[in-house]
């Protein structure tokens, strides 16, 4: 099956920095992005979509100039946590859209824990 | 508001016994509906999936059932093995696939050895 990677898998970082999460597709190409984010016990939150290419698309509440999202490449979707907080650690997961016949697949990657001190 | 629900957090059974995980969805427009499994600090795997068209999937030892009537769909698991132990998240998606997916909060099975 299709293989997403996300790296870091574990950041800490101090209040007020940034920090940058990378997903990748390994072997196949995905146009299409998702970002996640799940608090302890709680569901998966979609945050946004990213489409190689152009803007992210932002779910209601997301603030996308908090949340930077970069789809440069095919192979590539890069999200930054710009200018963090303590609320803002959480597990964020990107995911992969697959199209399969002619169904849609969504390949996740393992998650990055990211705590903000 | 949560489109999706899992209303049990939790679920210990036997190994070699049927696991039974529950899922009630508020959206009639949902048409696919998916199971992932998902370990501590890893991102959820594919399990199984339906589509509103049928009422029931099958793969081995996961079966999914799907009611639309009553907007609830269950996977069964049998027999549950240890390995089996996880959280399991159902979502679902208005869009004829893996696609714009709403999750529930998921339900952490424990397979008892």
């Known amino acids: 099956g299709a293989v997403v990677s996300q790296h870091p898998s574990r950041v800490i970082c101090k209040s007020g920095t940034s920090v940058k999460i990378e997903c990748r597709s390994l072997d196949f190409q995905a146009t299409t992005m998702f970002w996640y984010r799940q608090f302890p016990k709680q569901s998966l939150m979609l945050m946004a979509t990213s489409n190689e290419g152009s803007k992210a698309t932002y779910e209601q509440g997301v603030e996308k100039d908090k949340f930077l999202i970069n789809h440069a490449s095919l192979t590539l979707s890069t999200l930054t946590v710009t200018s963090a907080h303590p609320e803002d650690s959480s597990f964020y997961i990107c995911s992969a859209l697959v199209t399969s016949g002619g169904f849609y697949e969504q390949y996740f990657g393992p998650g990055t824990r990211l705590t903000v001190t | 508001d949560q489109q999706v629900k899992q209303n049990s957090p939790s679920l210990s059974v036997q190994e070699g016994r049927i696991s039974i995980l529950n899922c009630d969805y508020t959206n009639s427009m949902f048409d696919y509906f998916l199971w992932y499994k998902k370990y501590p600090a890893e991102g959820p795997t594919f399990l199984i999936s339906?589509?509103?068209?049928?009422d029931k999937n099958e793969d081995g030892r996961f079966t999914v059932f799907l009611n639309k009537s009553a907007k609830h769909l269950s996977l069964h698991i049998v027999p549950s093995q240890p390995g089996d132990s996880a959280v399991y998240f159902c979502?679902?998606?208005?869009?004829?696939?893996?696609?714009?997916?709403?999750f529930g909060t998921g339900t952490r099975l424990t397979v008892i050895p």
């Open positions: 979502a679902a998606s208005a869009q004829g696939g893996a696609n714009n997916l709403f």
């Open positions: 339906i589509s509103s068209i049928k």
